[in-house]
Structure formats: structure tokens, C-alpha cells
T-cell receptor, first 115, second 115 residues
Framework: GAVVSQHPSWVICKSGTSVKIECRSL??????MFWYRQFPKQSLMLMATSNEGSKATYEQGVEKDKFLINHASLTLSTLTVTSAHPEDSSFYIC???????????FGSGTRLTVV | DQQVKQNSPSLSVQEGRISILNCDYTNSMFDYFLWYKKYPAEGPTFLIS?????DKNEDGRFTVFLNKSAKHLSLHIVPSQPGDSAVYFC??????????????FGTGTLLAVQP
């Protein structure tokens, strides 16, 4: 089946630094990937839609300069949290559409803690 | 504006009995609905989906019912097993850009199946 690999699974960084999260589709090509954020005991909130070869589309209220998304190939999208602050601490999850069966496959998520 | 709602934050069921998880939505443009199971610090796992042209879809112990007039869907799990204990999210898709659908998630229901 379709597999999406997300790395790292957890990261701790100092306030003011940047963190990059990778999302890879391992056995299929994903022209579109999605980035979600989940706060404790809350729903998954869509942050942005990442399109291969073009700019990402951000949801209302998401700072595009803070959450940089790059989708340089059909199998890789990256989310960079720039100048991270403690309020950016959250669980970030990516997903990709597997066109073969119209399935959404999710990565395993990244727990970001900013100290 | 929460377009997809799960009004029960938690549900407790005895092993072997039926679990019924409910989901309501407000956007009549949603054309595809999915249920996911999620453990803490992990990505969601796909369970079952239903297209807006159907009112029922069944897969093993899982059945999803869709009532378009009421903008309501439900997931039935029977018989419930302790391993089913997790947070369940319903999600709905919205046509986006003519070719890509993004998922909007509900708030989640924590299911506890008691042995």
C-alpha cells in the first residue's frame, strides 16, 4: 500500500532557531501533499496544501513566512518552521493523496518542542 | 468556523457491543467522507470512506452511514474490541482547484472499549 514517511518523529529546538520536517511518499508520486497541525486534544488543522513545482497554498491565519513549504519533487515536501517560538510547539502531520485509490495517506507525525 | 463536528468527545462501550460514532457537517459541497483512527503521537490511520452518492459503505466490522439531508454521518463498529480504543476522526473533502481535494477534520471522539 501507499506509504508516507515523515522525519524526524520528534525534535527539540531552541527558541529562535529553524526546524525542517520532511515528508516523503515512498512508493508513489504525490503531486499534492498537505500539512496539518494538531494541538493536544484538538482536531487536525490544515495548514497548507503543497503542490509540486509551485507555491504552496496556505489556509487563513497561517503565516507563510513562518511556515515555509517546499515541494521540489513528486516524492518530497518539506515544512520549515522558521524562528521557532514555544507557541509553535505542536504535532505536525503531513499527508499525500494516492491517486490510484483516491486514498489519503498520512505520515507518522513530528512532535516539535521549542524551548 | 468548525465545518465538521463530532459532538461527543468521548464514548465508552463494552467489548462485543456496538460502537456508534457520530459526525455532523455544515458544508453541502462536501463530496467525500472518511473515518480515521488515531493514537497519540502517531499519524491517522484510514478506516473507511463513503462517497456522497452513497448512503452506506461496509468493510468488515466497520460500517459508515451517510444522511445527506441531515448532513450527518456515523461510524458503526461491531463487535467492538479493546484494540479499537483510540481517537476517531471523521473528515470531509472539499473540491479544491478542480483536481485536488483537501480534508477537513472533525474534533475527534475518544473511544474506550472496556473488556
Amino acid at each position: 500500500g501507499a506509504v508516507v514517511s515523515q522525519h524526524p518523529s520528534w525534535v527539540i529546538c531552541k527558541s529562535g532557531t529553524s526546524v525542517k520536517i520532511e515528508c516523503r511518499s515512498l512508493d508513489f508520486q504525490a503531486t499534492t501533499m498537505f500539512w496539518y497541525r494538531q494541538f493536544p486534544k484538538q482536531s487536525l488543522m490544515l495548514m497548507a496544501t503543497s503542490n509540486e513545482g509551485s507555491k504552496a497554498t496556505y489556509e487563513q491565519g497561517v503565516e507563510k513566512d513562518k511556515f515555509l513549504i517546499n515541494h521540489a519533487s513528486l516524492t518530497l515536501s518539506t515544512l520549515t518552521v522558521t524562528s521557532a517560538h514555544p507557541e509553535d510547539s505542536s504535532f505536525y502531520i503531513c499527508s499525500a493523496i494516492h491517486r490510484g485509490d483516491y486514498g489519503y495517506t498520512f505520515g507518522s507525525g513530528t512532535r516539535l518542542t521549542v524551548v | 468556523d468548525q465545518q465538521v463536528k463530532q459532538n461527543s468527545p468521548s464514548l465508552s462501550v463494552q467489548e462485543g457491543r456496538i460502537s456508534i460514532l457520530n459526525c455532523d457537517y455544515t458544508n453541502s459541497m462536501f463530496d467525500y467522507f472518511l473515518w480515521y483512527k488515531k493514537y497519540p503521537a502517531e499519524g491517522p490511520t484510514f478506516l473507511i470512506s463513503i462517497s456522497s452518492i452513497k448512503d452506506k459503505n461496509e468493510d468488515g466490522r466497520f460500517t459508515v452511514f451517510l444522511n445527506k439531508s441531515a448532513k450527518h454521518l456515523s461510524l458503526h463498529i461491531v463487535p467492538s474490541q479493546p484494540g479499537d480504543s483510540a481517537v476517531y476522526f471523521c473528515a470531509a473533502s472539499v473540491l479544491y482547484g478542480g483536481a485536488t481535494n483537501k480534508l477537513i477534520f472533525g474534533t475527534g471522539t475518544l473511544l474506550a472499549v472496556q473488556p
